[in-house]
């Protein structure tokens, strides 16, 4: 499975034991997959799923929260249909799906968010919901992306300001005809998990993340230490050209005492980094003194190059 689908599969187990978290969770689940459907002058009301974990959740949730039972149900492969008119009054009611005035709302309104999202458990469990129907997690081990796909702006903007609610910042935009809610900071997505109540995922993503950033320090100081050795290298192999240049043309005694010292310590040790070079001269000079005398050969070597050059011209 999936890191998306092994969320999901936790989030299925969880069963809120209070109603009104109960409520929360079925008008999610209304809004995304429910349908109510009409056959002459009777309703039914369906939600829609080929996941059977989501089926199986949708249920169980009505056994809680209106005691119904599996013969007032049709369970179908498209997930499960509720025909008897009363008990879908009550839930039509009770999920804010009728407005007070008896009037069927067209979208989850904020009277609806102000009888049933009340509370910080609700809104969790709302969430979750929402995330089972539509929501998706990328691997952490790949990137950081959790997102909810919804189909109108009005679902977008709700979806983000209950995120917000927890203090956990969404962005949308637009996919053909959907329209995505999504976090990419992965501070923010292990909050997210910790909102919708996925220990085991939020465990897992954690983890994850810890070798990742302990990957990518070792892998930043390899490349700043490969990159301080090259450098070294790379200025070593100038000043070792520039002490022979000097040789070849003028000889080692064209360069002052000091100079020459560092130029033989140089030529015996072309590998060694400033600070040893400085250790093995008499007496010890330090990391500075050790750059200036080198970089007193280079500027030598160089004006003894514009001179022949000079007279080759």
Not at 72 to 96: H, P, R, W, Y
């Amino acid at each position: 499975m999936s890191f998306s689908e092994d969320v999901k599969q936790e989030l299925y187990n969880q069963l809120p034991s209070a109603r009104h978290c109960q409520l929360a969770e079925l008008s999610a689940l209304f809004w995304y997959i429910g349908q109510i459907k009409r056959e002459g002058n009777r309703f039914r009301l369906a939600f829609l799923t080929e996941n059977d974990n989501l089926s199986r959740k949708c249920f169980t949730l009505l056994k809680k929260a209106f005691n119904i039972t599996k013969s007032d149900c049709v369970f179908t492969q498209n997930g499960i249909e509720v025909s008897d008119e009363e008990l879908i009054s009550d839930m039509l009611s009770a999920l804010k799906i009728i407005n007070s005035n008896g009037v069927f709302v067209s979208d989850f309104s904020k009277e609806a968010a102000q009888w049933l999202l009340k509370k910080s458990c609700c809104r969790r469990a709302f969430l979750r919901s929402a995330f089972l129907c539509n929501g998706s997690l990328t691997d952490p081990s790949k990137g950081y992306h959790l997102e909810y796909v919804v189909k109108s702006g009005g679902q977008a903007d709700f979806i983000r300001d209950m995120l917000l609610h927890f203090d956990i910042s969404a962005n949308i935009t637009t996919r053909k005809d959907r329209y995505v809610v999504y976090v990419k900071d992965s501070s923010k997505i292990v909050d997210a998990l910790n909102v919708m109540e996925a220990p085991v995922a939020l465990m897992n993503m954690e983890n994850e993340r810890i070798i990742k950033e302990m990957r990518n320090d070792i892998n930043r100081r390899v490349n700043c230490e490969t990159a301080n050795i090259n450098k070294t290298v790379n200025a070593s192999t100038r000043q070792v050209e520039d002490i022979n240049y000097i040789i070849k043309e003028k000889g080692l005694d064209y360069l002052p005492m000091p100079l020459r010292e560092m130029a033989v310590v140089r030529l015996e040790n072309p590998d060694s980094p400033l600070k040893e070079l400085g250790e093995l001269l008499d007496p010890h000079v330090g990391k500075s003194g050790v750059n200036h005398r080198l970089r007193k050969i280079s500027e030598l070597a160089d004006d003894l190059r514009m001179g022949n050059t000079s007279q080759k011209k």
